[in-house]
């Protein structure tokens, strides 16, 4: 099968390994020349420890012969550029393409989760969304790990299965994408608030007894947004915030546990600037969408105030203990 990967950040390198290792052809598309030449030169990239890009990956900055005759198109790219790639994607895609969807948040401003970013763009049913616990460096080394694969279409989630599964890529299929996005999004932001307790001193015990209280919020969300309770407990629910909350492998959370260690405001914005930190651009469009819902998510409402009304950190113990 032909597979296309928009987006040759950390996780689509590591999942263009899985497609080539499953004997796929793919092709990856940045729109950057620089970083297109420094993959082709290197077979390397910055962005993910001991990964080599294999020799028959493409790579092109032209997006419409990055999609050209394949069967399945993956979107990992960052949340905040999910439209206007999808402006010019839908000049070039065609009704027999499928599109996978591999990055996670909600967008600025309009409070849209990816598949509806897409949809409003392009005229397609052929969605299906993955997400668990799975950091990139994890699929290079061929560590076992299991994602949710979310579609109404069953023939989207056997094409996405027959890409990516074998025996250390495990994909569980669902209908509920809605609640796929929300635990795929809102876990970078519990990741956020567990660095906090971590920072201010408290052992794993505390960051327990947060992640099991969110658990509640979060599937109160969904629900909420027209998803599936049940979903909390998929490898896209409790697998991924178990991961994230937990690691310190984690972006969001490591940027928790400045704030909650009283670090410099000078520090934290150093950090800010030079990593991405999904969660905070998450933790804002969430804070917006339940507000203007009238969803009531005490645990988001604490995160942004501690976050970015710099309310005391001891008010997400405070919670905690109600």
């Given at each position: 099968?032909?597979v296309?990967?928009?987006?040759?950040?950390?996780?689509?390198?590591?999942?263009s390994?899985?497609?080539?290792?499953?004997?796929?052809?793919?092709?990856?598309w940045?729109?950057?020349?620089?970083?297109?030449?420094?993959?082709?030169?290197?077979?390397?990239?910055?962005?993910?420890?001991?990964?080599?890009?294999?020799s028959?990956v493409?790579?092109?900055?032209?997006?419409e012969?990055?999609?050209?005759?394949?069967?399945?198109?993956?979107?990992?790219?960052?949340?905040a550029?999910?439209?206007?790639?999808?402006?010019?994607?839908?000049?070039?895609?065609s009704?027999?393409?499928?599109?996978?969807i591999?990055?996670?948040?909600?967008e600025q401003?309009?409070?849209?989760?990816?598949?509806d970013?897409?949809?409003?763009?392009?005229?397609?049913k052929?969605?299906?969304?993955?997400?668990?616990p799975?950091?990139?460096?994890?699929l290079?080394?061929?560590?076992?790990?299991?994602?949710?694969?979310?579609?109404?279409?069953?023939?989207?989630?056997?094409?996405?299965?027959?890409?990516?599964?074998?025996?250390?890529?495990?994909?569980?299929?669902?209908s509920?994408?809605?609640?796929?996005?929300v635990?795929?999004?809102?876990?970078?932001?519990?990741?956020?608030?567990?660095?906090?307790?971590?920072?201010?001193g408290?052992?794993i015990?505390?960051?327990?007894?947060?992640?099991?209280?969110?658990?509640?919020?979060?599937?109160?969300?969904?629900?909420a947004?027209?998803?599936?309770k049940?979903?909390?407990?998929?490898?896209?629910?409790?697998?991924?915030?178990?991961?994230?909350?937990?690691?310190?492998?984690?972006?969001?959370?490591?940027?928790?546990?400045l704030?909650?260690?009283?670090?410099?405001k000078?520090?934290?914005?150093?950090?800010?600037?030079?990593?991405t930190?999904?969660?905070?651009?998450?933790?804002?469009?969430?804070?917006?969408?339940?507000n203007?819902?009238?969803?009531?998510i005490p645990?988001?409402?604490?995160?942004?105030?501690?976050?970015?009304?710099e309310?005391?950190?001891?008010k997400?113990?405070?919670y905690l203990?109600?």
């Amino acid at each position: 099968m032909k597979v296309s990967i928009l987006g040759t950040g950390a996780y689509g390198l590591a999942l263009s390994k899985i497609l080539v290792e499953n004997k796929n052809e793919v092709v990856m598309w940045t729109t950057f020349e620089e970083e297109k030449d420094e993959l082709l030169k290197t077979k390397k990239s910055s962005k993910l420890k001991n990964f080599k890009l294999d020799s028959n990956v493409v790579i092109t900055t032209n997006l419409e012969e990055s999609i050209r005759m394949s069967k399945l198109i993956v979107i990992a790219i960052p949340t905040a550029f999910v439209t206007d790639v999808c402006k010019k994607l839908k000049k070039y895609i065609s009704k027999d393409q499928y599109i996978c969807i591999a990055s996670k948040g909600i967008e600025q401003g309009t409070c849209l989760f990816i598949h509806d970013m897409i949809k409003r763009q392009i005229k397609t049913k052929n969605i299906a969304a993955i997400s668990g616990p799975s950091f990139a460096i994890d699929l290079v080394n061929n560590v076992p790990v299991g994602l949710s694969v979310a579609s109404k279409s069953k023939r989207v989630i056997n094409i996405v299965r027959k890409a990516f599964e074998n025996d250390h890529f495990k994909l569980y299929p669902t209908s509920d994408i809605i609640g796929i996005e929300v635990c795929g999004s809102v876990k970078n932001i519990i990741a956020i608030a567990s660095g906090i307790i971590n920072g201010m001193g408290y052992p794993i015990s505390t960051q327990a007894l947060l992640i099991t209280e969110s658990l509640h919020d979060i599937k109160s969300l969904i629900h909420a947004l027209g998803g599936s309770k049940k979903t909390i407990l998929s490898f896209a629910g409790f697998g991924d915030i178990l991961l994230t909350c937990t690691s310190e492998k984690s972006r969001n959370y490591s940027f928790g546990k400045l704030i909650g260690s009283k670090s410099s405001k000078k520090e934290i914005d150093d950090y800010k600037n030079k990593i991405t930190i999904e969660g905070l651009y998450t933790l804002k469009s969430i804070y917006k969408l339940i507000n203007n819902k009238k969803i009531d998510i005490p645990i988001i409402n604490i995160i942004y105030d501690i976050v970015f009304k710099e309310e005391k950190v001891d008010k997400l113990i405070d919670y905690l203990m109600i």
